[in-house]
């Protein structure tokens, strides 16, 4: 079993509509936990972290389910620009081990 | 401006023939590291350090080496390349993690590798 699950997709939605995306992952000793985006043959970059509490960044949101070892990201409102990979990524402690999943992919339709 | 930068981008060789992929960060990031990532297996990270003359294997380090002789650069090197390492690469820096805290990643453009 992977240490971090993902569906990777592909997720086909219109433009406007609201897609979430869930993560699973298998070690409780995992202490934080992002959100990366992923263009087409380009670096990660960050999109957010997920705190306890959940947050929300614009049409954003990331949520945290430590009992249930779940992470979710909410897009509302979806762009054609939010077309990318989105990777769920964890870690045990500072930044020794950061663990990836292998992302879910979403394509935003006109 | 702010960046990791990689050489090459990308490179074609053949099985055996050593070659050095560089990263370069200019932000004084103390954490540097190099991961490879293929078709259903995601970023699997190859090695990290934590700072200079300070560095360790990660999940797949078979076939690699590293070295951190300054803050800002931190060299991947194939001693003997084989087709399985065909792979596309990236390095990425980062503040230290203060305790648990896992800081921002910021990845280099990646090195597309192919091993005849």
């Known amino acids: 079993r992977k240490e971090v699950e993902q569906d990777p997709g592909p997720f086909n939605v219109p433009e406007g509509a609201t897609v979430a995306f869930n993560c699973t992952y298998s070690?409780?000793?995992?202490?934080?936990f992002f959100w990366y985006r992923q263009d087409c043959r380009k670096e990660p970059k960050l999109l957010m972290s997920?705190?306890?509490s959940g947050n929300e960044d614009g049409r954003f949101t990331a949520q945290l389910n430590r009992a249930s070892q779940y992470i979710s990201l909410l897009i509302r409102d979806s762009k054609l620009s939010d077309s990318a990979t989105y990777l769920c990524?964890?870690?045990?402690?500072?930044?020794?081990?950061?663990?990836f999943g292998t992302g879910t992919r979403l394509t935003i339709i006109p | 401006e702010a960046q990791v930068t990689q050489n090459p981008r990308y490179l074609i060789t053949v099985t055996g023939k050593k070659l050095t992929v560089t990263c370069s960060q200019n932000?004084?990031?103390?954490?540097m590291s190099w991961y490879r990532q293929d078709p259903g297996l995601g970023l699997r990270q190859i090695y990290y350090?934590?700072?200079?003359?300070?560095?360790d294997k990660g999940d797949v380090p078979e076939g690699y080496k590293v070295s951190r002789k300054e803050k800002r650069n931190f060299p991947l090197i194939l001693e003997s390349p084989s087709p399985n390492q065909t792979s596309l690469y990236f390095c990425?820096?980062?503040?230290?993690?203060?305790?648990?805290?896992?800081?921002?990643?910021?990845f280099g453009p990646g090195t597309r590798l192919t091993v005849l």
């Open positions: 990425a820096s980062s503040f230290e993690g203060a305790g648990e805290f896992t800081d921002t990643q910021y």
């Open positions: 070690n409780s000793a995992s202490q934080s």
């Open positions: 997920v705190y306890s």
């Open positions: 990524v964890t870690s045990n402690f500072g930044n020794e081990k950061l663990t």
């Open positions: 932000m004084n990031h103390e954490y």
């Open positions: 350090s934590m700072n200079v003359e300070v560095t």
